[in-house]
């Protein structure tokens, strides 16, 4: 059986599967090797990420995932007292949840390969512009969250991955590299856009294959179509399936 390799975050994993997502191009790359499985929740922080665990990852499941990604941190870093304020979470508590997912991770599967992905920079200007053009005189006059805050809760999610011995991946850094990022990476000042999907998909691939995961090096679940006898199909499905 192919192994799973689970995505597990907010909205911006949630939407990884649309076309040009990062999740989908995941999902291309380990065709046939292994089976991309999505588990994005749109809006939700670290602390409500919690009652999710156990569903999700029971222990003593006879599969776990091989690796699994864990990208939250958009909504945790929104501002205390700002519109979003609900979905707040201070630093420090972010960080512990964050430390309670990777725990429960490595109780389900010692040998899994976790991979914690910070928040993607914020783009304030974008996003008050994207709250006028769909709320009108609705839309919030302050910022919801900013791009400073935001980088502390990335600083926080790699300095704990650097603690817990697991792999990480600064987007918030790593995208702010490149001029115009703002425009170029975020579509809304928060969600990604092509671009900006295809950054994500860049960094994940490059850590799966610094760990152990390589697609170019695993096999397929069943021949390739040159490697069957049209004559003989037999001889080459016997290893694999009997």
């Known amino acids: 059986m192919r192994p799973n390799i689970l995505l597990f975050g907010d909205s911006i994993t949630q939407e990884s599967f649309r076309s040009g ?83 429960h991770l490595k109780e389900c599967s010692p040998t899994m390969l976790i991979v914690l992905i910070t928040p993607p920079p914020m783009d304030e200007e974008g996003r008050m512009e994207y709250a006028r053009e769909t709320y009108g005189e609705k839309a919030m006059t302050l910022p919801e969250r900013t791009n400073e805050t935001t980088g502390v809760y990335a600083k926080g999610c790699v300095e704990l991955a650097r603690e817990l011995g697991v792999r990480s991946i600064n987007l918030w850094s790593k995208m702010q590299e490149t001029d115009g990022w703002q425009k170029k990476y975020l579509r809304d000042g928060l969600h990604l856009t092509a671009e900006g999907n295809a950054v994500v998909f860049e ?24 490697e069957i006898d049209g004559k003989n199909p037999e001889k080459a499905f016997q290893q694999k399936c009997l």
């Open 21 to 103: 997502g990062w999740g989908a191009s995941l999902a291309d790359a380990y065709s046939r090797k292994a089976d991309v499985v999505l588990r994005g929740y749109g809006g939700y922080n670290t602390r409500w990420t919690l009652f999710l665990l156990h569903h999700l990852f029971p222990l003593g499941l006879t599969k776990p995932p091989v690796a699994t990604t864990i990208f939250f941190g958009a909504n945790d870093a929104a501002l205390a007292g700002g519109t979003s304020e609900r979905q707040h979470v201070p630093v420090e508590e972010y960080k512990e949840n964050l430390r309670k997912i990777v725990r």
């Open 203 to 226: 960094e994940v691939v490059k850590v799966f294959k610094e760990a152990w995961l390589d697609a170019s090096e695993m096999p397929y679940d069943f021949p390739h179509h040159s």
